[in-house]
């Protein structure tokens, strides 16, 4: 004779009822357990104010988290968060000067976040929009002399632009760059630092392949670099400079070129 525990089969039937119900309850919930997409970096702090002083440019590396740039344009600021050349854009982009003051949350900030920083604050503040092409371009490549580097103060450690360790010399950090059509000057700077600020200086990329790695001074000056234009000054020109006063070379190459163009953007709100 078959007997059923009509008893067991009860509680099992009630337990699939009510495991049912909970298992639904759960999974209705698991949206609110994604992981929510991460924030985009930004400065703590950051004033932008049109500069009309006349004075000269002057930008100071990230250090410890702050950036400083006097009377900087905005294309010299594009130029920060973004490693391609600019292209595009109203002319006031290369001739209004803006001081900009700027603190990161972490002193520590790595040098790749300060960049997505500074292109989130010019995206807010001048509603910058931006995309990049490559082309096919003259590039300079950077070389030793013939006769070898001579750079002023050369140390075989490199200076670090916003992030320093906590035990770090207090001179690690790069110092303060000063740009203008005829000279670069500045106390302690990277090679890699060094042929970027020519490649703007020149309007065409420069690739460091010189394998010095550490950190030098560098006071150059040359005369006024406009292609097409003859000068008067009698100043050696920036290549002759590069070579007599800091044994550096530059050669042309072919190669490709990524630029950044610029699709739209509006003079900042005093702030």
Known sequence: ??????????????????????????????????????APPEFEVASVKRNLSGSRPWLVPPVGGRFTATNVTLRMLIRVGWPQKVSGGPSWVVTDGYDVSAIAPDPNVSADDFSLMMQNLLKDRFALRVHTETHEARVYVLLPAKNGLKLPDARPEPCIYGRKAPDADPQAGCGGMNVTSESIVNEKISM?????????????????????????????????????????????????????????????????????????VERPSEN
């Open 1 to 38: 004779m078959l007997v059923i525990d009509c008893a067991k089969g009860t509680r099992k039937l009630r337990a699939m009822y009510t495991l049912i119900p909970i298992t639904s309850f759960l999974f209705s919930f698991a949206p609110a357990f994604a992981q929510a997409p991460a």
């Open 192 to 264: 890699q630092w060094f042929a970027s600020v020519l490649g703007g200086v020149l309007g065409r990329p420069v690739l460091d392949r010189t394998g010095f790695t550490g950190s030098f001074k560098v006071l150059l000056e040359f005369a006024p670099v406009a292609p097409g234009h003859d000068t008067d000054s009698t100043k050696p020109s920036l290549f002759t400079a590069l070579e007599e006063q800091l044994g550096l070379r530059l050669e042309s190459q072919k190669g490709t070129e990524e630029i950044l163009v610029i699709d739209h």
